[in-house]
């Protein structure tokens, strides 16, 4: 087990594997669950040595105060958390930073944390209650170690009812730094952020949709989930006008410093079907359709499965998914529509654990 690992984690199902045993784990998983498009799933694509550790620049830790210090990690049972100080899963930049604030931080009565919440440089303090804590703990040498590990922006996020919702609209401090950062592509992400694990992977996972699509100049792309405009600066730098859909105020706002020329609606995609019916009729010349969706766990909504098999009938599409349970409904109804699975390219974003995640690419059939 490497060093820092705690053996009662429940995070990583896979560390007692070597990568090649849980590669062909996470294959089997899916020829199964996807079967009916068994012989168009592709080898995993995964990193290997050292870059399977120290990955996860997003985290969302549970915090507890126990005797005289803080407890900051995972869950157990319903009144337990395990500490992780040094999870090797976790980027260097996150476990310095809780090392950085675990001995500064006054205790539960004065400050009642309740998760730390950590998207690459941008870092949350959650906390049940109301009325702002006192901040005297944030001395110069707390920032400087901060800084010293990547941090750009430390938020207090106060939020009295926080339990299964970790976020709310309100309560949001900025104490110190700066309310946005840059990744290593140059785009903007607030603390709220989801980005792909493992940038590697992210962009071969970009690049074989943007081969498949093929976007050029005159044709039309709805990105669905388009979160903070990674994908649309992608179809809008080929030359093609293109529409987005996210859900997250914060990163509807980063898309739109990201990508200015691109629309993007907030909302869900299901509440925003009827402007993007309207986007794709502009024009008198009929456009080639095309569609990238990166949907959340429970997959395309229904409303939205049927809107792009019946209204939007895109020629292509690429959707990468997290749920192959989802995927396989979701793609199963597609093909009922006339699409046809032309390949399923597994990612391993999560290594050391179960999950992994599929790109498909379906061809329209008929017209």
Not at 29 to 55: F, I, M, N, T
Not at 194 to 205: E, G, N, T, W
Request: hydrophobic letters at 40%.
């Amino acid at each position: 087990m490497r060093p820092g690992c705690e053996p009662r984690c429940r995070g990583c199902a896979h560390r007692q594997l070597s990568a090649a045993q849980s590669g062909q784990q996470k294959s089997d998983w899916l020829a199964e669950k996807l079967s009916p498009w068994a012989d168009r799933l592709s080898p995993l694509q995964a990193v290997s040595g050292a870059a399977r550790w120290g990955y996860r620049e997003r985290v969302c830790l549970k915090a507890q105060w126990f005797a005289d210090h803080w407890r900051i990690g995972m869950l157990l049972g319903d009144d337990e958390v395990l500490d992780l100080p040094a999870c090797p899963v976790h980027s260097p930049r996150v476990n310095a930073a809780l090392a950085a604030l675990k001995p500064v931080l006054p205790d539960a009565s004065r400050f009642p944390l309740a998760y730390c919440v950590q998207s690459g440089r941008q870092l949350v303090l959650v906390l049940k209650t109301a009325r702002l804590p006192p901040t005297d703990w944030l001395r110069p040498q707390v920032v400087d170690a901060l800084q010293q590990a990547g941090v750009d922006g430390l938020w207090l996020h106060l939020h009295p009812a926080v339990g299964r919702k970790i976020f709310n609209k309100p309560g949001w401090h900025l104490l110190w730094g700066k309310a946005r950062s840059r990744d290593d592509a140059g785009l903007w992400y607030g603390p709220m952020a989801f980005r792909q694990l493992i940038p590697a992977l992210s962009v071969k996972a970009l690049d074989a949709a943007e081969q498949f699509l093929s976007p050029a100049h005159g044709d039309l792309v709805a990105d669905l989930y388009s979160g903070n405009g990674a994908s649309l600066r992608r179809w809008r730098l080929a030359g093609a006008d293109c529409i987005g859909v996210e859900l997250n105020g914060e990163a509807c706002a980063c898309a739109a410093d990201n990508v200015p020329q691109v629309l993007t609606l907030r909302g869900t995609c299901a509440q925003r079907l009827p402007q993007l019916t309207a986007y794709a009729q502009r024009g008198a010349v009929p456009r080639r359709r095309l569609l990238y969706a990166n949907p959340p766990r429970t997959g395309l909504e229904a409303a939205v499965r049927a809107w792009v098999g019946d209204t939007f009938r895109p020629l292509r599409m690429a959707c990468l998914s997290c749920s192959a349970g989802t995927l396989r409904r979701d793609l199963e109804e597609l093909c009922r529509c006339g699409y046809r699975v032309e390949q399923l390219l597994p990612y391993d974003f999560f290594p050391h654990t179960y999950h992994v995640e599929t790109l498909a690419l379906l061809q329209r059939q008929s017209s």
